[in-house]
């Protein structure tokens, strides 16, 4: 059931990916402007849309601290134990602690979160992933930016960001208690809906570059002892934990847990990459790489879930 799922979801990013590559080899395609729009215009709105028609639970607070506290410790710990194999001056430990804030869990999570625990938790898994939103547009993007900027810098760098300022008056708005109107909502789908074109077929365009670009062994053993050691092992614990310890979350929540540890890398670090000219065609090979693993990838951590616990 998990798998194809996956398999029907996938297929149409993998053809929008395909349909960046042949552009990206048959012009001379420049998506530094395409990310620029997707950074400055698409992703504020799609992230306004997001937090603003959330329907926030008190008794649900915990799952999202959990989701949060895993993306600190394994992006800090990623980019700090590359930053010293690597070397400060390196921009790959700025790559790889970029990558660890988050995971695709939105494309790739919700089709599976419903067809694995129904339409009524996907308020919930929605409000779990909210941190990784946050964190990929304010951790994730100093980590970018911090190899060639000071602290003070990195972090005006990323209050400019209006990413940010988006999930804010989205909060705001929903705190309101108003709903959006329908033509704000229609709007809002058709941002998200490009946005996901658009990410999709960067990865494919900057995959596009790879024959300048000599494939990094050492770079993808980082990236999977991050994304698939590191984050999954850290959810395990938190279930674990609780399950042993806590006793404060039913067993569908444990499942989304282990389902949004086990996604792949998010697609769209290939934007900020292009933006920042942060290794843009390695990125987008680690983005294609991990959604490729992901079809066993997840399978297996929704069976090793049932087999510990």
């Not at 690597?86 to 599976?112: C, E, Q």
């Not at 900057?206 to 053993?221: E, H, K, N, P, Y």
């Not at 697609?267 to 490729?292: G, R």
Request: charged fraction near 10%; hydrophobic fraction near 55%.
């Amino acid at each position: 059931m998990v798998f194809e799922t996956l398999i029907l979801n996938v297929i149409p990013l993998y053809g929008l990916i395909l349909l960046g590559f042949i552009i990206g080899k048959t012009t001379d395609l420049d998506v530094k402007p395409i990310a620029t729009l997707m950074l400055y215009a698409l992703l504020p709105v799609v992230m306004f849309g997001a937090t603003g028609t959330m329907n926030f639970t008190a008794d649900y607070f915990f799952p999202p601290f959990i989701i949060g506290t895993i993306s600190i410790v394994a992006s800090t710990t990623g980019y700090l134990i590359a930053r010293k194999i690597w070397g400060a001056n390196d921009k790959r430990h700025n790559l790889l602690g970029m990558l660890g804030v988050s995971s695709n869990a939105t494309y790739f999570g919700v089709p599976i979160a419903i067809a694995l625990m129904g339409k009524e938790w996907l308020s919930v898994y929605m409000i779990m992933v909210l941190p990784l939103f946050i964190l990929d547009c304010t951790l994730g993007y100093y980590f970018a930016v911090r190899g060639e900027s000071t602290i003070k810098q990195s972090l005006v760098r990323v209050a400019r960001l209006p990413i940010l300022y988006g999930a804010i008056l989205g909060l705001l708005f929903n705190l309101t208690g108003y709903d959006l109107p329908p033509l704000a909502l229609e709007y809002w789908e058709r941002f998200t809906g490009t946005m996901i074109i658009l990410g999709m077929m960067i990865i494919g365009s900057g995959l596009a570059q790879m024959d300048r670009v000599r494939f990094d062994t050492s770079f993808f053993v980082g990236v999977v002892l991050l994304r698939y050691i590191l984050w999954p092992v850290l959810g395990l614990l938190w279930v674990f934990a609780d399950i042993h310890y806590f006793h404060v979350l039913p067993d569908t929540i444990h499942g989304l847990v282990i389902l949004i540890v086990a996604c792949p890398l998010a697609a769209n670090t290939v934007a900020y990459a292009v933006k920042l000219d942060l290794h843009p065609a390695l990125t987008s090979c680690m983005v294609l790489v991990t959604t490729f693993m992901a079809l066993a990838f997840i399978p297996f951590m929704m069976w090793a879930k049932t087999i510990l616990f």
